[in-house]
T-cell receptor
Framework: AQKVTQAQTEISVVEKEDVTLDCVYETRDTTYYLFWYKQPPSGELVFLIRRNSFDEQNEISGRYSWNFQKSTSSFNFTITASQVVDSAVYFCALSEELTGGGNKLTFGTGTQLKVEL | ETGVTQTPRHLVMGMTNKKSLKCEQHLGHNAMYWYKQSAKKPLELMFVYSLEERVENNSVPSRFSPECPNSSHLFLHLHTLQPEDSALYLC???????????????FGEGSRLTVL
């Protein structure tokens, strides 16, 4: 069975600090996708990044960067120079393709990030 | 504006009521999903429809009844719910098919359900 663990329940930082959100996953599939989603107070899950299991290159997008390490089954997310607008719950997720069609995303429990002035 | 719209955004119902949650996607996707998000718990997949056929039902109680009349609309019919069913119910859609299945789901803003 697939499993995603986000050990950090809540993190508080002061604006402009860097912060890293941890994600560890378990799967027996050789091909899979990993995701990070952001959930602001409005409730909608906002897609941030998708990573294919065959692509271990780290990725940077503006203040966001992701470190995928297959050897440790980790897919960590770093926000550089955090801002108040980054305050949200962040979810790491692992996908598996369903036999009949569609995909099942297995989510971690999320990390509540609070960025204060 | 999100490509997945859910109504109502908030719903309060008694245990004997019958109500429905509605989801509409404007993205041309062919798969739709219901997820349940309770406090302090991971999001739980409830139902998956692909090409309007149900392909996954994760042991959800029969008091939740999904309906997918076409690839753009998904309903969750609710009856005789329990207080522990109070949660945020999220709808999502995705595009599946040869060379197109990236696993990415697009979510709506959710329907916040309170059962009294």
């Amino acid at each position: 069975a697939q499993k995603v663990t986000q050990a950090q329940t809540e993190i508080s930082v002061v604006e402009k600090e860097d912060v890293t959100l941890d994600c560890v996953y378990e799967t027996r599939d050789t091909t899979y996708y990993l995701f990070w989603y952001k959930q602001p107070p409005s409730g909608e899950l906002v897609f941030l990044i998708r990573r294919n299991s065959f692509d271990e290159q780290n990725e940077i997008s503006g203040r966001y960067s992701w470190n995928f390490q297959k050897s440790t089954s980790s897919f960590n997310f770093t926000i550089t120079a955090s801002q108040v607008v980054d305050s949200a719950v962040y979810f790491c997720a692992l996908s598996e393709e369903l036999t009949g069609g569609g995909n099942k995303l297995t989510f971690g429990t999320g990390t509540q990030l609070k960025v204060e002035l | 504006e999100t490509g997945v719209t859910q109504t109502p955004r908030h719903l309060v119902m008694g245990m004997t009521n019958k109500k429905s949650l509605k989801c509409e996607q404007h993205l041309g996707h062919n798969a739709m999903y219901w997820y349940k998000q309770s406090a302090k718990k991971p999001l739980e997949l409830m139902f998956v429809y692909s090409l309007e056929e149900r392909v996954e039902n994760n042991s959800v109680p029969s008091r939740f009844s999904p309906e997918c009349p076409n690839s753009s609309h998904l309903f969750l019919h609710l009856h005789t719910l329990q207080p522990e069913d109070s949660a945020l119910y999220l709808c999502a859609s995705s595009q599946d098919g040869l060379g197109m299945n990236t696993g990415e789901l697009f979510f709506g803003e959710g329907s916040r359900l309170t059962v009294l």
